[in-house]
């Protein structure tokens, strides 16, 4: 595979499971799916690129049926924010987000009605910045349109579902030098950036193994009839592999410097059969003729474990499980030389020897010694305001932060894709017996020489 289009075509193929074949020879010497991807030549390095300053960031919203109501909100509450516009399918949707801010000065235009009206919003000139919530299929076409057209985008996870809409994030943010930032709200999460600043402190040493997951029963609301418009997510599960990584993933890759100074090489990714969801839909579909479609369709497994190898020889473990009757988690576990830190099952936890973890009085030391600026900063409001306990407006605020002042983003366009890209590699291996697939280089190598992103807010002091 000399090029990328080569690697593109390639990939299209394995997901079809038609590479079972070149797998079984491969495997057979050891050496998996080789997908290199060499050749590519970075246009231009987001990673610590600063945009213009923006005095106010005036901001469209697409799709507020479900997670961007809560984020219309939210927005409304920082400062520096003016919200001009909300997009939805549903009329009735884009009123219901206009009329929870109706007691704050914002009054944004509705673009509802038509499947195409999104368009229209990103192509106003005075929005900065799209902040898109919508159905996973529609997020890089949205994502790239917004960019074309001079606007910032903000993505929900995950930020792609294919290899090629991961490159067509970084080819049209690096054209276009306007940010993409996947909205992995769970990076903001209060212990997840308590340990991101232990790390970046050396508390753990040198990081040599990390655990995300994302361990949620969604048999359910996956089968719900009004959850999801046009049962898009369930639909998804046909799929086998890790179809939602980022939330585990995202934490673990920042504390292990992934694309500023490490980078993924290869994964692995096994699934187990599905045990719930045909079951599922076929005693569905014998009480409700709604379900027939779903009737004697071969979903997901229950449980998909995909390990990933990075290029300094550390190990990355994520699971994927969203119909087992189980307690939720993310897992978060980083183990270094010096220490290790487990957030599930709660409380989170912190050891420095083998013998045991940290009592509840020495954990108190540590958060107030390595609590992160931006936690002093906002952590009190953010809890107040809300979004899976704080974390998701912390997020907002510090994107708005950077781009109020002219910095880099905490999670760039190459974290968006390489995080995303988890998603249909796992799918590829399972398809092909398991085989280790090598993981893309979005930053072009660039991954050598990138910077941390600053944590201190020093910009405030």
């Known amino acids: 595979m000399n090029n990328r289009r080569d690697f593109l075509k390639l990939t299209s193929i394995a997901g079809a499971g038609l590479l079972a074949g070149c797998a079984t020879r491969n495997a ?55 919200i001009k516009a909300i997009c939805d399918l549903r009329p009735e949707k884009a009123q219901a987000a206009k009329r929870n801010i ?11 009605g038509g499947e195409n009206e999104w368009k229209k919003m ?34 929900e996870v995950p930020a792609a579902e294919t290899l090629e809409e991961c490159w067509q994030l970084v080819e049209t943010s690096e054209k276009t030098k306007k940010h993409c930032m996947m909205l992995e709200n769970c990076c903001y999460d209060f212990f997840e950036l308590l340990t991101l600043n232990m790390a970046r402190q050396g508390f753990f040493g040198e990081i040599v193994h990390a655990e995300g997951a ?21 639909k998804d599960n046909y799929k086998s592999g890790n179809l939602y990584p980022t939330h585990g993933l995202g934490p673990v890759a920042q504390a292990m410097d992934i694309n500023r100074g490490d980078k993924m090489d290869y994964l692995v990714s096994v699934s187990s059969n599905d045990f ?5 839909a076929n005693e569905l579909a014998a009480k409700d003729d709604f ?22 020889g550390k190990t990355i473990m994520i699971q994927h499980d969203v119909t087992s009757p189980r307690p939720y988690s993310r897992l978060h576990t980083i183990s270094g030389t010096k220490a290790i830190a487990q957030k599930y099952p709660l409380p989170a936890r912190i ?13 108190k030391v540590l958060e107030e010694r390595y609590q992160p600026a931006i936690v002093k900063k906002i952590g009190e409001m953010a809890k107040k305001v809300g ?39 796992s799918e590829i291996s399972v398809a092909n017996r398991s085989n280790s697939i090598d993981v893309p280089d979005f930053t072009g190598g660039s991954w050598k020489t990138n910077k941390q992103v600053d944590l201190t807010l020093s910009h405030l002091k």
């Open 291 to 312: 379900y027939k479609e779903f009737a004697g369709k071969s979903f997901r497994g229950n449980m998909n474990v995909t390990t990933i190898r990075t290029s300094k």
């Open 122 to 155: 990103c192509e106003r000139n005075d929005i900065d910045l799209v902040y898109i919530a919508t159905p996973w299929n529609l997020h890089t076409p949205m994502a790239v349109f917004s960019m074309e057209h001079d606007k910032h985008a903000a993505v």
């Open 387 to 425: 979004g899976h306990g704080g974390m998701d407006f912390m997020m907002d605020w510090r994107l708005i932060d950077c781009l109020r002042n002219g910095l880099p983003l905490d999670m760039d366009v190459y974290d968006a894709a390489t995080w995303s890209s988890i998603k249909p590699l």
């Open 276 to 280: 719930m969801m045909a079951a599922k």
């Open 214 to 234: 994302y361990l949620h029963d969604l048999l359910d609301e996956n089968f719900s009839k009004t959850q999801y418009q046009g049962m898009w997510r369930l």
């Open 351 to 363: 050891a420095t020897n083998h013998l045991n973890w940290v009592t509840p009085e020495e954990m």
């Open 28 to 82: 057979s010497a050891g050496t998996g799916i080789k997908m290199h991807n060499r050749n590519y030549t970075q246009k231009f390095n987001m990673s610590g690129y600063a945009a213009p300053k923006l005095q106010t960031v005036r901001v469209g919203f697409i799709g507020v049926g479900n997670r961007g109501t809560s984020a219309v909100t939210r927005m409304s509450k920082i400062e520096g924010v003016e």
């Open 102 to 112: 109706a007691n704050t000065p914002h009054r944004p235009d509705l673009y509802t």
